[in-house]
């Protein structure tokens, strides 16, 4: 038997450990990127430090399905720190990081499901293993794992006391099930958090979509035309980073004060009709639906790129563009050309998946830090104060939110003023005016 084959077994017989990930010898690379990451990660630490001494989780089961990536690694040993047994599961097919799985399982004993590639069926088949835990508190990003319970795995739901959720989609989506009375157990909005979407959406999204863009294309931004389709906290993340390479970024909206707000912070704002016909690279980041469509591509010049950073691979018209094609082939990893009836042809990034997890590594560590704090204080939330809340969408509270902020103004050696009494009184009080 090869060594391979050998720990395999070894880890599933003697842990009675179930686990799905690519290859368990990659492990080892996985636990050196993993203590890379760590190392810009000083408010998880803190709380993984005061979790290890006050087990606030002790005997809490928690299924998470999260990018699983070195972060999520580090929050999954928080979550371990503070007495959880966890089950994680991917939020994407191709945003795993083989290594990271491979060190859950092999290092730190978290049955972990996720590979990256991963077909539909096999995607689904790893959330329902999450969910075999029978969790009591979930953890989300993009709200797959809170719906396949409720639609497949309805047994499960008078046992969960609370769940998590880490991106805009999903919060959207929980809204939703909650307006229509269907949401069977509170969530915390963690994607709402000022430490989380302010960062994270912003100067994550920003940074590591350039990233995952010049990995797969390798094509130099400075002088090209850069639509972005959507204003919100990525899409000005995004858009921001690309003027910094030197593009000329071009700003499509449907919402009059974003798009207001586009044009005052120096961008062209354009319907995407004009856009398509002049942009180099496009990229798309609204969370919702064929974005860019047949009507676009057909003025689209001869050699653009296409990519999306929105949560789901829906905004891209990938049906439409097939059937207008006359042949498709991945001339690079990551990136697939379409021959266009016309002639011209069109690159598209990482399937139209996120292309900062499929063709990058994601956001950085340092922000991701406070995203995932902002999540194992919300399970520690949850734990606490399940029993006073409904089935409902609640923001994390703006105590933890605050304490977020000062740890990692702390761990950045950045002081800062505080208001005197004088200040505070005169900010509580009416009766001064000019
Ligand atoms: N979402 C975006 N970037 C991520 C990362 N590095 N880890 C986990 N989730 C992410």
Same mark, same amino acid.
């Given at each position: 038997?090869?060594?391979?084959?050998?720990?395999? !077994?070894?880890?599933?017989?003697?842990?009675?450990?179930?686990?799905?990930?690519?290859?368990?010898?990659?492990?080892?690379?996985?636990? /050196?990127?993993?203590?890379?990451?760590?190392?810009?990660?000083?408010?998880?630490?803190?709380?993984?430090?005061?979790?290890?001494?006050?087990?606030?989780?002790?005997?809490?089961?928690?299924?998470?399905?999260?990018?699983?990536?070195?972060?999520?690694?580090?929050?999954?040993?928080?979550?371990?720190?503070?007495?959880?047994?966890?089950?994680?599961?991917?939020?994407?097919?191709?945003?795993?990081?083989?290594?990271? $799985?491979?060190?859950?399982?092999?290092?730190?004993?978290?049955?972990?499901? $996720? *590979?990256?590639?991963?077909?539909?069926?096999?995607?689904?088949?790893?959330?329902?293993?999450?969910?075999?835990?029978?969790?009591?508190?979930?953890?989300?990003?993009?709200?797959?794992?809170?719906?396949?319970?409720?639609?497949?795995?309805?047994?499960?739901?008078?046992?969960?006391?609370?769940?998590?959720?880490?991106?805009?989609?999903?919060?959207?989506?929980?809204?939703?099930?909650?307006?229509?009375?269907?949401?069977?157990?509170?969530?915390?909005?963690?994607?709402?958090?000022?430490?989380?979407?302010?960062?994270? #959406?912003?100067?994550?999204?920003?940074?590591?979509?350039?990233?995952?863009?010049?990995?797969?294309?390798?094509?130099?931004?400075?002088?090209?035309?850069?639509?972005?389709?959507?204003?919100?906290?990525?899409?000005?993340?995004?858009?921001?980073?690309?003027?910094?390479?030197?593009?000329?970024?071009?700003?499509?909206?449907?919402?009059?004060?974003?798009?207001?707000?586009?044009?005052?912070?120096?961008?062209?704002?354009?319907?995407?009709?004009?856009?398509?016909?002049?942009?180099?690279?496009?990229?798309?980041?609204?969370?919702?639906?064929?974005?860019?469509?047949? !009507?676009?591509?057909?003025?689209?010049?001869?050699?653009?790129? /296409?990519?999306?950073?929105?949560?789901?691979?829906?905004?891209?018209?990938?049906?439409?563009?097939?059937?207008?094609?006359? $042949?498709?082939?991945?001339?690079?990893?990551?990136?697939?050309?379409?021959?266009?009836?016309?002639?011209?042809? /069109?690159?598209?990034?990482? !399937?139209?998946?996120?292309? #900062?997890?499929?063709?990058?590594?994601?956001?950085?560590?340092?922000?991701?830090?406070?995203?995932?704090? #902002?999540?194992?204080?919300?399970?520690?939330?949850?734990?606490?104060?399940?029993? #006073?809340?409904?089935?409902?969408?609640?923001?994390?509270?703006?105590?933890?939110?605050?304490? *977020?902020?000062?740890?990692?103004?702390?761990?950045?050696?950045?002081?800062?003023?505080?208001?005197?009494?004088?200040? !505070?009184?005169?900010?509580?009080?009416?009766?001064?005016?000019?």
């Amino acid at each position: 038997m090869v060594e391979h084959d050998y720990f395999a !077994e070894r880890i599933k017989q003697e842990k009675h450990m179930e686990y799905d990930v690519k290859d368990i010898n990659l492990a080892d690379k996985g636990r /050196l990127r993993v203590e890379w990451a760590m190392r810009e990660m000083p408010v998880l630490k803190s709380v993984a430090e005061r979790f290890a001494r006050e087990q606030p989780l002790k005997g809490l089961r928690v299924a998470a399905c999260l990018h699983v990536t070195t972060e999520t690694a580090a929050l999954m040993m928080t979550l371990k720190a503070g007495g959880a047994s966890v089950h994680l599961c991917a939020s994407n097919p191709l945003s795993t990081q083989d290594d990271a $799985a491979a060190y859950l399982v092999k290092y730190e004993g978290i049955p972990t499901f $996720a *590979i990256k590639g991963e077909d539909s069926d096999t995607y689904y088949r790893h959330i329902h293993q999450a969910l075999d835990l029978k969790p009591q508190v979930t953890m989300d990003d993009g709200a797959d794992l809170v719906f396949t319970a409720h639609s497949q795995r309805q047994e499960l739901l008078e046992g969960i006391l609370g769940g998590t959720e880490e991106t805009t989609t999903g919060v959207i989506r929980l809204k939703a099930m909650a307006k229509d009375g269907v949401l069977r157990y509170p969530i915390i909005a963690v994607n709402d958090a000022h430490t989380k979407y302010l960062f994270d #959406n912003r100067y994550g999204t920003g940074q590591s979509t350039i990233d995952g863009l010049l990995r797969a294309t390798n094509r130099l931004m400075s002088g090209s035309i850069f639509v972005v389709s959507g204003y919100g906290w990525c899409g000005r993340g995004v858009a921001m980073r690309a003027r910094g390479m030197g593009a000329r970024v071009v700003i499509t909206e449907v919402n009059p004060f974003r798009a207001l707000e586009a044009v005052m912070d120096g961008y062209e704002v354009l319907p995407m009709s004009q856009a398509a016909k002049i942009g180099d690279i496009f990229c798309t980041v609204t969370g919702d639906i064929r974005i860019i469509r047949e !009507e676009h591509f057909v003025l689209m010049k001869d050699g653009a790129i /296409l990519c999306n950073a929105g949560h789901f691979n829906v905004e891209l018209d990938l049906e439409a563009l097939s059937r207008i094609s006359t $042949a498709t082939r991945f001339i690079r990893e990551a990136v697939q050309e379409f021959t266009l009836k016309n002639g011209r042809h /069109l690159y598209v990034l990482g !399937e139209g998946r996120l292309v #900062n997890l499929a063709a990058a590594e994601g956001h950085p560590s340092c922000v991701m830090d406070m995203s995932f704090a #902002n999540q194992s204080l919300a399970v520690e939330f949850i734990m606490k104060n399940h029993a #006073n809340f409904d089935k409902k969408v609640y923001a994390v509270p703006s105590e933890i939110d605050a304490r *977020i902020a000062r740890l990692k103004l702390a761990a950045l050696g950045v002081e800062i003023d505080n208001l005197t009494s004088e200040q !505070e009184k005169y900010l509580a009080s009416y009766d001064l005016g000019t």
